[in-house]
């Protein structure tokens, strides 16, 4: 079964960065239904990510999902130019910190082998 989330987080991933990048970049370059593709878009890696990496049930796979959902929600709001934005960036920078140090720091001893 997890395997299984993780396949349609896969599929999820792949078929929504596309359109989240041509959404960014409809939406920079001020072009009809910009705003659109980029909620559908970066909504649709969130719940990608958070479909594959939630479903694997690791503490790395938990904080990959985290930074990845977080990271999104703050170029989502920075993008739209919705408040607080700038809070969301400072969050999703701290979480992929506390990601990278625990994968730095604290390698998998599977992984390794």
Not at 2 to 10: D, M, Q, R, T, V
Not at 51 to 74: M, P, Q, R, V, W
Not at 85 to 113: C, H, M, N, R, Y
Request: aromatic fraction near 10%; proline fraction near 4%; charge should be positive.
């Amino acid at each position: 079964m997890n395997s299984e989330f993780s396949k349609l987080g896969n599929r999820a991933l792949l078929c929504s960065l596309p359109v989240a990048i041509v959404g960014a970049l409809f939406r920079l370059m001020h072009y009809p239904y910009g705003n659109q593709l980029l909620l559908i878009g970066l909504s649709s890696v969130i719940i990608g990510a958070l479909l594959k990496y939630f479903a694997e049930k690791t503490i790395d796979s938990y904080l990959t999902g985290a930074a990845i959902s977080a990271g999104c929600i703050a170029v989502l709001f920075k993008l739209m130019h919705w408040p607080n934005s700038e809070l969301l960036i400072k969050i999703a920078i701290g979480v992929a910190i506390i990601w990278g140090a625990k994968t730095l720091f604290f390698p998998d001893k599977e992984k390794q082998e």
